[in-house]
């Protein structure tokens, strides 16, 4: 994941960046020339930020829309070439997996995990989805 802004006042940038904190935490370049923006932008007729690309492993634009959209999560799994969730986990399954792998699966199942705070609160969200 990389951010990219076409603003010139690196430290602006930076103390943006430090006061956003684990909102964002990925690298941010300078496209200080625009090109870079005024391709992607310019031929999809993007005038409003913050917007986001899925690129392919071919450079492909897969995806492209808000970075709050939903549908966001997805797309970079689906370009991560990530396997579709199960229909169903067993509880050790559950119990075993990791919290990057819980909350991919919670994801594919379009199961909002927002609001859980511990490893255990994930999965008994996919868990309950199990039951439902």
Same mark, same amino acid.
């Given at each position: ?60 634009? *897969?995806? #492209?829309?808000?970075?709050? %959209? ?6 970079? !799994?689906?370009? +991560? ?26 994801? *594919?199942? #379009?199961?909002?995990?927002? %609001? ?6 994930? !999965?008994?969200? +996919? ?6």
């Amino acid at each position: 994941m990389i951010g990219i802004t076409n603003e010139d006042n690196e430290s602006q940038i930076k103390a943006f960046v430090k006061k956003m904190g684990n909102q964002m935490n990925y690298l941010v370049a300078i496209d200080a020339e625009g090109s870079l923006t005024n391709d992607f932008m310019g031929r999809y007729h993007i005038t409003g930020i913050p917007h986001a690309f899925v690129l392919g492993r071919d450079d492909k634009v *897969l995806w #492209n829309g808000h970075p709050a %959209d939903p549908a966001l999560e997805k797309e970079i !799994q689906r370009a +991560l070439g990530q396997p579709k969730a199960k229909e169903r986990y067993t509880d050790e399954e559950v119990a075993t997996m990791s919290v990057k792998e819980l909350k991919g699966a919670l994801t *594919l199942h #379009n199961i909002n995990f927002n %609001d859980c705070v511990e490893k255990s609160d994930l !999965q008994k969200r +996919l868990l309950d989805h199990r039951r439902a």
